[in-house]
């Protein structure tokens, strides 16, 4: 069914077309940061279920007063609990910037402080913060909690610990100041060898993968059914958008999708991820309706092998200190993953003179930095969406 459309002025970028509901009633979006945002749920679906490799799409991250704010306020490093309403505040802020920039992306709070953390405090460890300023997010994790496997069997997903409540609470606050606003995103997975870590850290878990395979295996079946858990906790507390997830990396993706992450493999060989982690992905990808994975260039060896997963949608594309950019060999790594849509950073001038000189790969959001303005955005944008490989 065609979408019904009209007209609306966005800055620096003439009229827009508004689009109707997919129903064909006209509406208005479900969200107000959001203004023409059944045409960007369109493109999206294109990318993600259509796998679309003729067209391009974009994010335009320009700069923001909440982001200054917030680096004026939180220096680099520990810090401690964040008042779940100054987050709220935050992002409402955020957000609300983003407003005049008429891109690809659906406005989405990413709810930091249930990062690595939550997962080990759930079971008792000891939760700790970050700050770190550049991107406005207070990140969590846990020093290793065990000391021997014999304390795996007194681990218990208690809903009435302390970190389970602040969890819920959490959620409950976001939904409810969120609404008709913005959209709450999808956290990190908390799985397979990354539960590990938390338990023992990094370097005994490589040699507990030698010593006591077995015993990995049952930390790792524990971290399956805490992490189905929590996600369906939070699938239950907040809804869908247009039966679609909110994704801080994937901008939104249609049904029930969950975030994965695979960086204990970064530093393994493609047979230690076949041997450990294919199952554990595959499986928790399984229980919803599929999920989005993040590489870090240290783990592009991976590409190929985890683009075979069963159930993922899309994936990542990370950038580190002392590698390429992802954008810089995109052309290679595209080779490698196939039709899968990818996700990459580009910074403005790169992305620029790509557009200029036609030879951005399709099949691919990019999010370009650190663009000037809205007006700049807003044209770039005009661009991006008549684009075709």
């Known amino acids: 069914m065609a979408l019904a459309e009209s007209n609306?002025?966005?800055?620096?970028?003439?009229?827009?077309?508004?689009?109707a509901s997919p129903s064909g009633c006209t509406m208005d979006f479900p969200l107000r940061y959001c203004l023409d945002g059944w045409q960007r749920l369109e493109r999206l679906r294109k990318l993600?279920?259509?796998?679309?490799?003729?067209?391009?799409f974009a994010r335009m991250e320009v700069p923001t007063e909440a982001l200054r704010l917030f680096a004026e306020r939180h220096p680099p490093g520990p810090t401690q609990c964040p008042d779940v309403n100054d987050r709220v505040t935050f992002w409402d802020a955020l957000l609300a910037e983003h407003v005049a920039v008429h891109d690809d992306s659906v406005p989405s709070a990413y709810l930091t402080e249930l990062d690595q953390g939550l997962y080990g405090g759930i079971v008792g460890?000891?939760?700790?913060?970050?700050?770190?300023?550049?991107?406005?997010?207070?990140s969590s994790m846990v020093p290793p909690l065990l000391k021997e496997w014999i304390d795996l069997k007194s681990l218990t997903i208690n809903h009435k610990s302390n970190w389970y409540q602040f969890y819920?609470?959490?959620?409950?606050?976001?939904?409810?100041?969120?609404?008709?606003?913005?959209?709450?995103?999808?956290?990190?997975?908390i799985d397979g060898l990354n539960f590990v870590f938390e338990l023992f850290g990094g370097t005994r878990t490589y040699l507990e993968l030698i010593d006591n395979p077995e015993k990995i295996w049952e930390a790792v079946d524990f971290a399956y059914r805490l992490n189905v858990d929590v996600q369906k906790t939070f699938f239950k507390s907040v809804p869908l958008l247009?039966?679609?997830?909110?994704?801080?990396?994937?901008?939104?993706?249609?049904?029930?999708?969950?975030?994965?992450?695979?960086?204990p493999f970064h530093m393994t060989s493609i047979e230690y991820f076949e041997r450990w982690g294919r199952e554990p992905a595959e499986r928790i990808f399984a229980a919803f309706d599929g999920g989005i994975l993040h590489l870090h260039a240290n783990g592009?060896?991976?590409?190929?092998?985890?683009?075979?997963?069963?159930?993922l949608k899309a994936l990542f594309l990370d950038d580190d200190k002392d590698f390429p950019t992802s954008f810089s060999v995109l052309a290679a790594l595209k080779c490698r993953a196939g039709n899968l849509p990818l996700v990459v950073q580009v910074q403005f001038p790169d992305f620029l003179a790509s557009l200029e000189t036609?030879?951005?790969?399709g099949g691919t959001l990019y999010n370009v930095l650190n663009v000037p303005d809205p007006d700049t955005a807003n044209r770039m944008m005009d661009r991006v969406r008549a684009y075709r490989v």
């Open 168 to 189: 819920l609470r959490e959620l409950e606050l976001f939904r409810r100041s969120s609404e008709g606003r913005f959209g709450i995103s999808h956290f990190i997975l």
């Open 358 to 361: 036609h030879c951005l790969p």
């Open 8 to 19: 609306v002025s966005f800055p620096g970028g003439g009229l827009r077309r508004f689009h």
């Open 125 to 138: 460890g000891d939760v700790r913060f970050m700050a770190h300023p550049e991107s406005g997010w207070i």
């Open 300 to 311: 592009r060896h991976l590409l190929g092998a985890v683009s075979s997963l069963r159930g």
């Open 242 to 263: 247009e039966g679609g997830t909110c994704s801080n990396m994937v901008e939104w993706i249609p049904g029930r999708i969950v975030s994965e992450s695979v960086d």
């Open 48 to 56: 993600y279920e259509g796998r679309r490799q003729d067209m391009i």
